[in-house]
């Protein structure tokens, strides 16, 4: 529940995304496609450019700059890899217990992820799953 809470406030909060308690109802607006302003909120939480943000995600700049000029929600797939960064974030605060920690965890190399920065890596899921089990075996004390 702590983590929905905190991962509906790095995408943008109660006015943007509404309130979903589950992570699992985040499913139905995913499918629906996030509003740009999803996009801007995760920026400006991470601190990161959007250059960086869409290079890592593998959203075309063109494409975030469109749907931004036009107001247009964003398509599913792209909905899910912001959600996958929010949810990353969400777990990094809570096992690094800061969310500084976590920003500067997910653009620093990790030897447990191939010397991989672990926002390069939230493009697929097999990627955004190693990712979280990198985060859970520092949540258990596992050297990572």
């Known amino acids: 529940m702590k ?3 905190r991962m509906r406030k ?11 308690r589950t992570e699992l109802d985040f499913v139905s607006i995913i499918r629906k496609g996030f509003p740009y302003s ?6 400006d939480r991470t601190g990161l450019s959007e250059e960086v943000l869409c290079s890592s995600l593998r959203i075309a700049k063109r494409t975030a700059a469109r749907r931004k000029s036009s107001a247009t929600r964003l398509k599913p797939a792209e909905s899910e890899l912001l959600f996958r960064l929010a ?3 969400a777990a990094a605060t809570d096992v690094l217990e800061s969310e ?15 010397g991989s920065q672990p926002i390069q890596l939230l493009d697929t899921g097999l990627g955004f799953q ?3 089990d990198v985060l859970t075996r520092i949540e258990y004390g596992v050297h990572s």
Do not use: C, H, Q
């Not at 790095?10 to 979903?20: D, E, K, N, W």
């Not at 999803?38 to 920026?43: A, K, N």
């Open 3 to 5: 983590n929905v809470s």
């Open 38 to 43: 999803v996009f801007t909120s995760l920026r």
């Open 100 to 114: 500084d920690k976590a920003r500067a965890w997910l653009t620093s190399e990790n030897r447990a992820l191939g």
């Open 87 to 89: 949810r990353v974030l």
């Open 10 to 20: 790095y995408l943008g909060g109660a006015r943007i995304i509404g309130t979903p």
């Open 130 to 132: 190693e990712v979280m």
